[in-house]
């Protein structure tokens, strides 16, 4: 507290200003990607899709005086390469909205604009957002991107704060080019705070109108050892209550904490992490989906939880434990080549058939990014995850085997 005092007293003298056309930069991503879903529970069928999507971002530098304006654009646009009537529709998927005959829509395209204004090291905007908060995360890991409209206002006045806020009232879903998801209105805001080189902080909350309101606290801790090693531990957690007509339509409770801690070490090429997550309360920990399907609404990847992958682990009650090894072999093998492999398991998932589900995964990724020459930062990923659920848990959770190929090559136009 003392050192935010401190430094409150020193006003940001404001970032660098070169103009609303030499600070301008136009950036692409070209992503194809393809997930399939083989599951096996009886009755569920086995769902895939593929995909080719161009994302390009515009972004103004702002114009000189003490109150700078500028504007941003970003416009996407996706064609289905593979999974038409029978395989899409998996919410978990989410590349190609249906129609209503069931088919997959053949392509996509969605854009958006932005308004905002700067004085000094304070930013506020007004139309396509799309938010990187733990409380509210626009999902970007599928084709194209989940964006949001509204109001949104960052603040870096003070060194090593950083504030956000926002009052969003439309959500447009990352498979669709309707605005209209349902949302009706979406407030949130918080900071984040580095209180030195070790630890940082965070705290924000959220309301979304007629479904819950949400809090969530984030602790960092990083300490060096020796020459090549690295100690980390990192807790995060969420407390949310939903409105009581919200959870009535889920049948369900109305609270849940949920809260996670990860034990990170670091030592040369490899990290080595163990984690705990726990979920308590009268129901899971609810996030993502869309109003108008009966999800929140509030982001895709608004689970800033250690055990997160293809499961969540975030059933009601559930406990789970992570062992996880990741390791860089730009030395061993190949420059830009890296491997993850986690196993998560959860047990004591409480649903109507039982006070004891249990469920079980088996994660592992290989990445590789481009390191020079003309294809300088493609980088192509492979991911394969086993999930098995028992069938006390079905009601929550789905077992099956997950593949997911994915490609990306960022290149800047201007």
Not at 297 to 320: C, H, K, P, V
Not at 396 to 408: C, D, K, M, S, T
Request: charged share 20%.
């Amino acid at each position: 507290m003392a050192a935010l005092c401190a430094q409150s007293a020193v006003a940001s003298s404001g970032p660098e200003n070169n103009g609303f056309i030499e600070d301008s930069h136009l950036d692409v991503l070209l992503r194809n990607a393809y997930i399939n879903r083989d599951y096996k529970d009886n009755g569920v069928r086995d769902r895939s899709e593929w995909g080719q999507g161009i994302i390009a971002t515009y972004s103004s530098g702002f114009t000189r005086g003490p109150v700078g304006f500028g504007v941003d654009a970003i416009g996407q646009y996706a064609v289905r390469l593979d999974g038409g009537r029978g395989r899409s529709g998996a919410g978990g998927i989410d590349f190609f909205a249906q129609d209503q005959d069931g088919r997959a829509k053949s392509d996509l395209a969605k854009f958006g604009a932005t308004a905002k204004m700067r004085f000094s090291d304070t930013v506020l905007s007004y139309g396509t957002q799309r938010p990187i908060l733990p409380i509210l995360y626009a999902d970007e890991s599928r084709l194209l991107d989940e964006t949001y409209t509204g109001f949104m206002l960052n603040s870096k006045e003070i060194a090593g704060l950083d504030i956000s806020a926002g009052y969003f009232t439309a959500e447009q879903r990352k498979s669709d080019d309707s605005h209209d998801s349902g949302l009706k209105k979406l407030t949130f805001g918080g900071a984040s705070y580095q209180f030195n080189d070790q630890i940082s902080g965070a705290f924000y909350a959220s309301d979304v109108q007629d479904v819950l309101n949400k809090q969530y606290l984030g602790l960092n801790f990083q300490q060096p050892l020796a020459a090549g090693q690295r100690f980390a531990l990192d807790f995060n957690g969420y407390n949310s209550r939903l409105d009581q007509d919200y959870a009535n339509q889920l049948g369900t409770g109305r609270s849940n904490t949920i809260w996670s801690l990860a034990a990170s070490y670091v030592w040369d090429i490899h990290t080595f992490k163990v984690a705990y997550q726990q979920s308590s309360g009268s129901t899971g920990y609810n996030y993502g989906g869309y109003r108008n399907q009966g999800g929140v609404g509030d982001g895709g990847s608004t689970i800033w939880l250690a055990n997160s992958y293809w499961s969540d682990f975030n059933g009601e009650d559930e406990r789970s434990w992570q062992l996880a090894w990741s390791v860089d072999l730009s030395g061993l093998v190949l420059p830009g080549l890296s491997y993850d492999v986690a196993y998560v398991r959860g047990d004591n998932i409480k649903t109507a058939q039982t006070s004891n589900g249990h469920e079980h995964e088996f994660f592992n990724q290989l990445q590789y990014k481009v390191q020079d020459g003309l294809a300088k930062d493609l980088k192509l990923k492979l991911r394969y995850s086993a999930l098995r659920v028992s069938s006390d848990a079905a009601a929550y959770n789905v077992g099956g085997n997950e593949i997911r190929v994915f490609a990306e090559y960022p290149f800047s136009l201007m």
